[in-house]
C-alpha cells in the first residue's frame, strides 16, 4: 500500500495522523517513508530543511511506538517489532502514521508511506534446539546464545540446560528470535529434552526406577512438556532405558555429523520400519565458543504456521520438519498429493511422491531399502511401491567418506487399503 501526503508549512511544529487501513490475516506491518531532505547528518541539523517524524497507532488508538526521524523503516508485529515499537497482534481495522511536521521548507514537503504487510501462513523457520547456557554448563548466556543464534541466521533455539529450569522464567527477549523453553533431563540411563513449559518437574527430576521414569515423563506430559530423547546412541550417554514409548520425537543428529548420529539414525529407521511414527530432530548441543560443536550445526528446520513456541512445537511434534548441518545447507521437502511430512497417506500406485530440495542429488529411504535419486530443477518424482514410510536424505563425499548433509522426517503410509487419510 502505498500512501503520497502533502504537508503544508503551515503544519510546522505540529502532531497529527494519517489513516491507514489493515486487512484481516496480518502478523506483521511495515511502514517505510521518504521525503525530499536537503542534505544529511550535521549539515542537516546546522541548516534545517525538511524533518519529518513518524510513530504509529493501532485499530483502536493505541500509541505503539515513536522513532522520530532516525529511522526510515518501521515494523510491528506479533513476534517482531523495531526497537523502540511495543510488539503485539495486529488487528484489522484503520491504524494511524504519526506525523511529526518538525521542519517544514516554505514549499511543503511531499512524503511517501510505503506499507507493507505480512500475512499469516506457514513459513520455514530455522533452529538449534539443544544449546547450554551458564545456567549450567555452558560458558555464555542466555542472551549471548540469543544474539550468536540470530546473527547465524537462526529463528528459534532451545535453551535446555542440565535438570534445571530457571532460567525459563527469565528468558531475554531479541527481536525476531523466538526461545523455547527447555530442559535437558540428564540420567545416567539417558537423557531427554523436555520442551515447551518452564517447569516439567513435580518436584525434582530424580529418578530411580523404570516405574519413577515413566511417572516423572507423565507428569510433565501432563503439565504440556513435548518430550525428545537425545543422541540415543552416543557411546558416552546412550538411551538405556527399557520403554521406547517415553519419549515423542528422537534426536538423531546430535552436533557434529560422526558416528553417533549415523547409529542414531539406523536405530530411528528401524523404529519407523517396526511401525513407530517418531517424528525426528536435531540439534547442536552446543556448550561454549572455539569448539568443534558450534551453535546452530545442525538447524531443524521446520514448517510452522508462525514463530509461537507453541505453533513450532506443534510443528515438530506433527514431523513437519527436517535436519540441515546448517542454515544454508541443504533444504528439504516431500510432497504426496495433498500430505507433506508427517503425515500418514493411502498408498496410490498413480501418486509419485514429491522430493523438493536445493541438492541434486537424494537417497530415498523407506523400509525396503534405500536408492539414488537425481533432482531437476530442484524438484524429482519418484513412483513408489506400497511402503510403510519414505523419508530423503542427502549426502556428499564418496565412497566411505560420504557424509550426510541433511534428513527429511517421513511421509507414513496406511498398511489397510480402506483406511480413510489423516495427518499424524
Known amino acids: 500500500m502505498i500512501l503520497r501526503h502533502h504537508i503544508p508549512k503551515d503544519r510546522e511544529g505540529t502532531y497529527y495522523t494519517v489513516p491507514f487501513d489493515v486487512p484481516d490475516n496480518v502478523e506483521k506491518i511495515t511502514v517505510s517513508y521518504d521525503y525530499f531532505r536537503k542534505g544529511g ?29 532516525a529511522h526510515k523503516s ?58 547450554h547456557t551458564t545456567a549450567s554448563d555452558g560458558k555464555i548466556s542466555a542472551y549471548e546464545v540469543g544474539i550468536t543464534a540470530k546473527n547465524k541466521g537462526l529463528d528459534f533455539v532451545a535453551l535446555a540446560n542440565h535438570n534445571n529450569f530457571s532460567e525459563n522464567y ?13 530442559v535437558e533431563w540428564t540420567h545416567y540411563k539417558g537423557h531427554m529434552n523436555f520442551f515447551g513449559i518452564p517447569d516439567p518437574f513435580e518436584n525434582s527430576f530424580v529418578a530411580n526406577t523404570e516405574e519413577e521414569m515413566r511417572q516423572l515423563i507423565s507428569n510433565a506430559r501432563a503439565k504440556g512438556a513435548v518430550i525428545s530423547v537425545n543422541h540415543p546412541k552416543c557411546r ?45 530432530v536435531g540439534g547442536s548441543d ?32 506433527n514431523g513437519k520438519a527436517f535436519i540441515s548441518e546448517s542454515v544454508g545447507g541443504v533444504r528439504l521437502n516431500l510432497k504426496y498429493g495433498e500430505f507433506s511430512m508427517g503425515d500418514t497417506a493411502n498408498y496410490s500406485p498413480d ?16 523400509d525396503k531399502g534405500e536408492r539414488s535419486i537425481d533432482l531437476v ?28 548433509t541433511a534428513v527429511s522426517n517421513p511421509i507414513y503410509f496406511n498398511q489397510e487399503d480402506n483406511y480413510n487419510a489423516t495427518e499424524y
Open 41 to 69: 547528518g550535521f549539515i542537516a541539523d546546522l541548516k534545517p530543511s525538511n524533518t519529518v517524524d513518524i510513530g504509529l497507532e493501532d485499530e483502536k488508538g493505541n500509541f505503539l511506538g515513536w522513532s522520530g526521524s
Open 74 to 131: 518501521v515494523r510491528v508485529g506479533e513476534y517482531d517489532s523495531s526497537p523502540g515499537y511495543l510488539c503485539q497482534p495486529v488487528k484489522a481495522g484503520k491504524w494511524k502514521i504519526i506525523v511529526g511536521a518538525y521542519h517544514i521548507m516554505p514549499q511543503g514537503v511531499d512524503v511517501t508511506y510505503n506499507i507493507s504487510f505480512k500475512l499469516k501462513g506457514e513459513r520455514l523457520l530455522f533452529g538449534d534446539l539443544h544449546i
Open 170 to 182: 527469565c528468558l531475554p527477549h531479541i527481536d525476531g528470535l523466538t526461545f523455547i523453553p527447555a
Open 236 to 280: 558416552f550417554c546412550p538411551y538405556l532405558w527399557e520403554d521406547d514409548d517415553a519419549f515423542d520425537m528422537a534426536e538423531i543428529w546430535n552436533g557434529p555429523m560422526r558416528p553417533t548420529n549415523t547409529r542414531g539414525i539406523s536405530w530411528w529407521t528401524e523404529m519407523l520400519c517396526r511401525g513407530r511414527k517418531l517424528p525426528a
Open 286 to 317: 552446543f556448550h561454549k565458543p572455539k569448539s568443534p560443536v558450534k551453535l546452530g550445526n545442525p538447524v531443524t528446520g521446520v514448517y510452522s504456521e508462525s514463530p509461537a513456541p507453541e505453533d513450532i512445537l506443534r510443528a515438530l511434534r
Open 351 to 366: 501418486i509419485p511422491l514429491v522430493a523438493q530440495s536445493n541438492s541434486n542429488a537424494l537417497v530415498l529411504v523407506t
Open 377 to 404: 530443477d530442484g524438484k524429482a518424482e519418484i513412483k513408489l511401491e506400497k511402503v510403510k514410510f519414505a523419508y530423503v536424505k542427502a549426502l556428499k563425499g564418496f565412497g566411505k567418506a560420504k557424509k550426510i
